[in-house]
């Protein structure tokens, strides 16, 4: 089956949908936001999404405690959680400018709201679609309040349990929502190639029903790639202009160069795929010739007996198949055949 956001079809028909996810890579710049879409329009990306929060609709403004990061392995130890969301949310005020440049340059924009507030706010921008965030995808309110636009719904699903997942897809189904991708998702920054167990994907879309696809927090495009093989239809993937130049997210985020590589082999990957084939193809039939045959390989006189010494297997392939070698060893020549000969039947007595 295949759905469509903004008439771009999504599905096992289509080459996989690369979505750029700007998140706070912009680092509190309108004009380095818009470069992103820019960057990310001319490396092939068919969709720029952003979030749409404040630090307020996220979490309480407070220091200490549990809303402290001090986990010294994360990216963001350090920092309070408002601080956090305070310097990597999208103001609201850029996001039209920042869609508007996405759709001149043909890319689908859209966003993942964190609130009511946020679906309201992103109605009015008329977005195609929603994205729900892995760390929202068990706030039921939140997915009815998306669910209820109608629009097709990106749900990440990483940390969810099969029980919660099936809870999330009944309630936007019930909702109102009849297009639903689930994203594979592992939800440590960045992920390694070992944790991200995409074997999942093709058992998400037959527990679901569903399309499948891949939010990939890994380096590089191996595992996107292998996704692909493994029946995702959606690749998202962090972006930013050079991870060198920092941000909240600039870790794990691909570059340009890597977002273009990504959309020509998973489209490549998606290709290979075809079907299960067995003989030659179209496109084999004339690389036949080069296959092995039996050919005369010195000047044979009429009646002089075939052996390993005037025939052999070789290339081209307009003789006799190897296998006839047995069947051809020992029986006499009906005339007189010159090195170079083809092997044919006519020639065997």
């Known amino acids: 089956m295949t759905m469509y956001i903004s008439g ?20 509190q710049s309108l004009e380095r936001a818009l470069a992103i879409v820019d960057a990310a329009a001319k490396a092939g990306a068919h969709a ?6 404040t630090a307020d609709t996220m979490t309480l403004d407070l220091d200490e405690g549990e809303f402290f990061i001090s986990d010294p392995k994360s990216l963001w130890k350090g920092n309070s959680l408002y601080k956090l969301y305070q310097e990597a949310h999208t ?47 068990t706030d039921i309110p939140l997915i009815r309040k998306v669910a209820a636009t109608g629009k097709p719904m990106i749900i990440s699903t990483g940390m969810a349990s099969v029980a919660e997942l099936d809870e999330t897809v009944r309630a936007a189904r019930e909702a109102g929502c009849n297009n639903i991708i689930l994203l594979k998702c592992t939800s440590t920054y960045p992920a390694t190639p070992e944790n991200t167990n995409i074997l999942t994907i093709p058992h998400l879309r037959e527990l679901f029903g569903t399309e499948v696809g891949l939010s990939d927090h890994t380096m590089g495009i191996g595992v996107s790639v292998a996704s692909v093989a493994l029946g995702a239809t959606v690749i998202e993937k962090h972006f930013t202009l050079s991870r060198a130049e920092g941000g909240v997210d600039s870790t794990f985020s691909m570059e340009p160069e890597e977002m ?17 084939s067995y003989g030659a193809t179209e496109a084999e039939k004339k690389s036949m010739v080069f296959r092995r045959s039996l050919y005369v390989t010195r000047d044979i006189a009429k009646g002089e007996l075939f052996s390993k010494q005037n025939i052999r297997a070789i290339r081209p392939g307009y003789g006799l198949a190897p296998k006839h070698m047995d069947r051809v060893l020992g029986k006499e020549a ?16």
């Open 8 to 27: 771009r079809p999504i599905g096992r028909n289509a080459a996989p949908f690369i979505i750029a996810e700007m998140s706070g890579n912009h680092n």
């Open 48 to 53: 720029l999404k952003i979030q749409t929060y």
């Open 91 to 137: 103001p609201w005020e850029w996001h039209k400018p920042i869609f508007e440049r996405a759709r001149e340059l043909g890319m689908i924009p859209f966003s993942t709201p964190f609130d009511d507030t946020a679906v309201d706010f992103l109605e009015e921008l008329n977005v195609p679609c929603y994205k729900i965030a892995s760390f929202e995808n």
């Open 260 to 276: 273009a590589n990504l959309v020509v082999e998973t489209e490549r990957a998606w290709q290979a795929l075809g079907q299960v």
């Open 334 to 349: 009906r005339k007189k055949i010159i090195r170079g000969t083809a092997l044919t039947w006519d020639l065997v007595g």
